[in-house]
């Protein structure tokens, strides 16, 4: 069995390459990003390149039996369609709503909450539908800097891999192959419909936990990017801004705009996530703390020494 995951896992490798080999000259030719002032790149580049790991990561878990990424799909092709000719809010907003909704209602976790009252298991549904939502847009929020989603997801699925499901590790392979094209300098990006994707999965993937244990293991393990994320959009709402327009406030984006590259920036964040993957992986609950505790302050001390000031990001 291990062996059979193994070869799906490289052949979700080859998969993913070729498959964003053969789309790219169509991404140059019809998906441009082109920067703006708040964006962390210079030249105009094709977006887009996530349906490569999307629909090899999505074919070859159902061979292995997983479910999940099917149902996260639709938020791809709708980050796709967004892309190439742009959807309303609504739109948008509507297929993530029922993207997560079904997620939550497909999750063996819920099964540990069955018996509660009608009222408080209905109040637990919905906060897990916002929980799923918002973390959609986290992981969607935090792809603005080459390889920092990519590679950071790359050690949450292999960690995912090894605690929940080994059909992950197909995911593994095809963001393995993505990131060679979007390591700094990219040759593309993954777009809205590889990132909301990848923020969609990565909630399955905690409610697929075992444990409410090792569901918040794994939630620490991706804290790096959902903190960020979060702490921004507190962030912006306390400061009267708009929390789902774009900008340019987050950590990482601050730390870009400070004279960090790309690379530097990446690396910062895959080896925070690298840290406390391998405190999961031997089994020590409270170095993950203690880790996560460090790792709070040094964004706090970066925060406020070496990026820019937040307050200069904002729309006054």
């Not at 891999?161 to 593994?172: E, G, T």
């Amino acid at each position: 069995m291990t062996l059979n995951i193994i070869l799906f896992s490289f052949s979700s490798f080859i998969l993913s390459w070729c498959l964003l080999k053969i789309s790219l000259p169509y991404l140059i030719k019809n998906v441009i990003y082109k920067p703006n002032h708040r964006s962390s790149h210079e030249l105009p580049k094709p977006s887009g390149g996530g349906l490569s790991f999307v629909i090899s990561g999505v074919v070859l878990s159902l061979f292995n039996g997983n479910f999940l990424p099917m149902i996260c799909m639709p938020l791809a092709f709708i980050g796709f369609m967004d892309d190439l000719i742009g959807l309303t809010r609504i739109l948008r907003f509507s297929t993530q709503l029922i993207t997560v909704s079904l997620i939550v209602y497909d999750a063996q976790f819920m099964d540990n909450f069955r018996e509660l009252e009608k009222p408080t298991y209905f109040l637990l549904l919905i906060l897990l539908i916002i929980i799923g939502i918002a973390m959609v847009n986290f992981i969607n929020f935090m792809d603005g800097v080459d390889g920092l989603v990519a590679g950071s997801m790359i050690l949450i699925f292999l960690l995912g891999s090894i605690f929940i499901s080994n059909s992950y590790l197909v995911f593994v392979g095809s963001l393995l192959a993505f990131l060679l094209w979007n390591w700094s300098p990219s040759k593309v990006f993954m777009g809205d419909g590889g990132s909301t994707f990848l923020g969609a999965l990565l909630f399955g993937l905690l409610l697929h936990s075992s444990s409410l244990f090792e569901l918040v293991k794994i939630f620490i393990v991706s804290s790096p990017l959902l903190l960020d994320a979060f702490i921004c959009v507190l962030r912006r709402f306390i400061n009267n801004q708009k929390i789902f327009d774009p900008h340019s406030s987050h950590l990482y984006q601050r730390l870009y705009q400070a004279g960090w590259n790309h690379s530097s920036v990446a690396i910062l964040y895959i080896t925070c996530i690298l840290t406390l993957s391998i405190s999961m992986i031997i089994g020590n609950f409270a170095l993950m703390v203690y880790l996560l505790l460090i790792q709070f302050l040094i964004g706090l001390f970066l925060d406020q020494k070496i990026a820019i000031p937040f307050l200069e990001t904002i729309e006054k």
